[in-house]
Every structure is written in structure tokens, then in C-alpha cells.
């Protein structure tokens, strides 16, 4: 409260106010309606209004209950027969001029708190509205999942059964004899994809075979080469190649350079088997040293001897794996042939049946879920009416 209204204006204020207010008072006091005249010339609405709103709880606060409350004291002083009639009416007037936009005000405060809190109560109900709506929404949605997976079974189930039907026939209708015939056709069928079988890792292997004898025999094919070519002294170097030995330790500032290295170099190339002249990288430069036909030569066959050592164990992991191949295969075709022809039409049908009784159960499962998502909907549902009522009420309180 402002400092401009001292506690005992205050305290004039409202002793004054509920004085004559009181009705067993049959008078209209003139200290009452001067104190409170004085009070209110003096102080701003504000103050009054905190007045009323904090020390004088019964008095009134909106503009209907203030007109009624000084109609009753214009009536009080008119039965009283003052002989300051008139100047009280004045005073009276004024004071319920003063009191009014202070009323007004409280009572357009009060009415605002009130309207916000019901806005707020139903703004609450709306949003609990709204999630529940939208629960039920994706509850159906998944209704409507679990729907299309019983359809889907339904399908699946259907295709089975047709499936079955001429297997069962089969079974009822083939006599013994006739499957006598069919297991003896399909053990010559299962011997003979053996056999074949067998004959192609057979080939394959021998072709490998043959690929692993060239590369052992690269290293002799690499000295024939050699002696043809009138090149003595081939196999001493190629000894020390293979032992690992060190052709050169000074290299230009490029490390050392191996004997194996050399063998296969254009220098080894050039100086045993001769040279042809190729131009040069750039424009004018003299004519270069390049190995002639036999070098190159010479130097594919060092290659195919350094080489070998690794495609050898290459081969020999191809064979290792068609052997594994193979085993599988004969395995499988085996399996694939273990039952009889009637036996495999058994199976086949108790297989079909048993994938037809699991669509079933999964087909109940479902339903038990699509019976919760309807469960839940109803609870759902039953939670809005209550909330839809309250909010029409609220509504109704709205000023």
C-alpha cells in the first residue's frame, strides 16, 4: 500500500465503512460519512480497492452488491429523518462515486482470475482430450497392422493347404509297387549326380595339378632357357638368388641389391642376352638399352620361378578347397535323397502342417493383442465423457 494512507487512516477507513454498513445501526451516522469522505479525497483507488480486498472481506465487491448496499443506506437515511438529511445524501453519493470504479475494478479483477483459471482448467481437459484422441488414433492404426497380419496368415494358410491337398492325393493313390519304381529311379538318379559329381572334382583337380607341375618346373624351365641361349653360369647365379645372397652393397645411396634382385634386372638381361636401342624420354637424347626379346623373355621365366613358391600354395589351397566342395555336394545330395518316396511326401505335408499350425497360433496371438487394442479403446473412450462434461461446465462458468 502506498505510504500517503497511514495505518490510522486505515483504520478510520474501515471501522467507518463497516459502522455504516452495520444494519442493526438504524442511523447514518455524519462522523462515519466524514471520515470516509475525508479518507477517500485524499487517497487514490488503489489503495482503497487493497483496502477492501485485504482488511474487509464481507463488504461489497462488484458493482450490483455496492448499488443494492447504498440503495439500503439512501433508504436507512431517508426513514431516519435526519435534519442533515440532504448533506448526507451528498456525502453518501460521493462516497459510492469514490467506491465504484474501485468495486468495478475488483470486481473486473476478480472476474478475469476467475476466467483465466476456468480457461486454464479447460485448456488442461482440451490437451487430456487430445492425447486420449490421439491414443485411441494409433491404437486403431495398430488394429489395423494386426488385421492385414491375420489377412497375411489367412493367405499363407489357404496356399498350404493347397499345396497339401495334391500330396495327400499322391500318398492315397500311389501303390506300393509304383513307389518301389520311384525309390529305384531316384537311387540311380542320386548314384549318377555322385558320380558326376566325382568326375568333375576329378577334372578340375588334374587341371590344377597340371598348373602346380608347370610352376615346379619353372625353375628348370628357367636354366633350359638359359643353356639354349648359350648363357653359362646361369645356374651358379641362380643358386645364389635362392640362398639369398648380396649382389651389390653400393647401390647409388639405394641400398643393397640381392641376387634375386639382379637376376631379374635389365642389367642381368642386357648383358647375357643382349639389346635393342629405344629413343630416348626426351627430344635429342641418345638412344637407351632396353632388354631384346630373350631378356624379356629371360627375365617372365625369373618371375614365374619367384612366383612359383606362392602360386604352388595357391593351387594347392584350390584343390584343398574343391575336396571340401565336394564332401558338401556329396553330403547334401545325400540328405536331399535319404527318404523314400512315400517318406518324403509325408514330410513334406507334416512340414506344411506344421508351418499351418504356427500361422494359427500366431494368428490367436494377434487376435489376443487386436482384443487388448480394443480393450484399451473403450477405457479411453469411457475417460472422455466425464471430461467433456466437466468442460461444458466450465464453460458455463466463463463471465
Not at 488414433?137 to 488394429?143: A, L, V
Not at 489357404?158 to 529305384?184: C, G, Q, S, V, Y
Request: hydrophobic share 35%; with cysteine.
Amino acid at each position: 500500500m502506498s505510504n500517503s494512507l497511514s495505518v490510522r487512516d486505515q483504520n478510520s477507513f474501515i471501522s467507518s465503512y463497516k459502522s455504516l454498513l452495520n444494519d442493526s445501526d438504524k442511523r447514518i451516522h455524519k462522523s462515519d460519512i466524514n471520515t470516509l469522505n475525508r479518507i477517500l479525497n485524499k487517497c487514490d483507488k488503489v489503495e482503497v480497492g487493497q483496502l477492501l480486498m485485504t482488511k474487509m472481506e464481507s463488504c461489497p465487491k462488484d458493482p450490483a452488491a455496492l448499488k443494492n448496499t447504498f440503495s439500503k443506506l439512501f433508504d436507512k437515511l431517508e426513514s431516519q429523518n435526519s435534519k442533515m438529511h440532504d448533506k448526507k445524501e451528498e456525502k453518501l453519493k460521493n462516497i459510492q462515486q469514490k467506491l465504484a470504479p474501485v468495486v468495478q475494478d475488483i470486481h473486473k479483477n476478480e472476474i478475469n482470475a476467475h476466467n483465466a483459471k476456468v480457461n486454464a482448467e479447460i485448456k488442461n481437459l482440451a490437451d487430456d482430450l487430445q492425447l486420449i484422441s490421439r491414443n485411441v488414433s494409433q491404437e486403431k492404426n495398430e488394429i489395423a497392422k494386426l488385421q492385414e497380419k491375420i489377412i497375411n496368415a489367412d493367405v499363407q494358410i489357404k496356399k498350404l493347404h493347397n499345396e497339401i491337398k495334391p500330396l495327400a492325393d499322391a500318398l492315397k493313390n500311389t501303390t506300393p509297387e509304383d513307389f518301389a519304381a520311384k525309390d529305384a529311379r531316384r537311387l540311380k538318379d542320386t548314384e549318377a549326380k555322385i558320380s558326376k559329381l566325382e568326375a568333375q572334382k576329378n577334372a578340375e583337380i588334374s587341371t590344377l595339378n597340371k598348373k602346380i607341375a608347370v610352376q615346379e618346373n619353372s625353375r628348370a624351365a628357367l636354366l633350359d632357357f638359359a643353356r639354349n641361349k648359350g648363357v653359362s653360369g646361369a645356374e651358379q647365379d641362380l643358386i645364389k638368388a635362392e640362398s639369398g645372397a648380396i649382389y651389390d652393397n653400393r647401390d647409388m645411396g639405394l641400398g643393397t641389391i640381392s641376387w634375386r634382385e639382379h637376376l631379374g634386372s635389365d642389367k642381368y638381361a642386357i648383358k647375357h642376352f643382349g639389346y635393342d636401342l629405344k629413343e630416348g624420354r626426351r627430344q635429342f637424347s641418345d638412344p637407351i638399352k632396353v632388354p631384346n626379346h630373350d631378356g624379356k623373355q629371360w627375365q617372365k621365366l625369373v618371375q614365374n620361378v619367384d612366383e612359383a613358391p606362392k602360386n604352388i600354395k595357391d593351387l594347392q589351397r584350390q584343390i584343398s578347397q574343391l575336396k571340401n566342395e565336394y564332401k558338401s555336394n556329396i553330403g547334401q545330395v545325400k540328405l536331399e535323397n535319404r527318404l523314400s518316396a512315400k517318406q518324403d511326401i509325408e514330410q513334406r505335408i507334416n512340414s506344411k502342417q506344421e508351418a499351418i499350425h504356427s500361422l494359427e497360433m500366431s494368428k490367436e496371438m494377434v487376435s489376443g493383442q487386436i482384443k487388448s487394442c480394443h480393450k484399451y479403446i473403450s477405457v479411453q473412450e469411457a475417460r472422455k465423457t466425464p471430461l467433456i462434461v466437466k468442460m461444458d461446465e466450465l464453460k458455463s462458468q466463463i463471465k
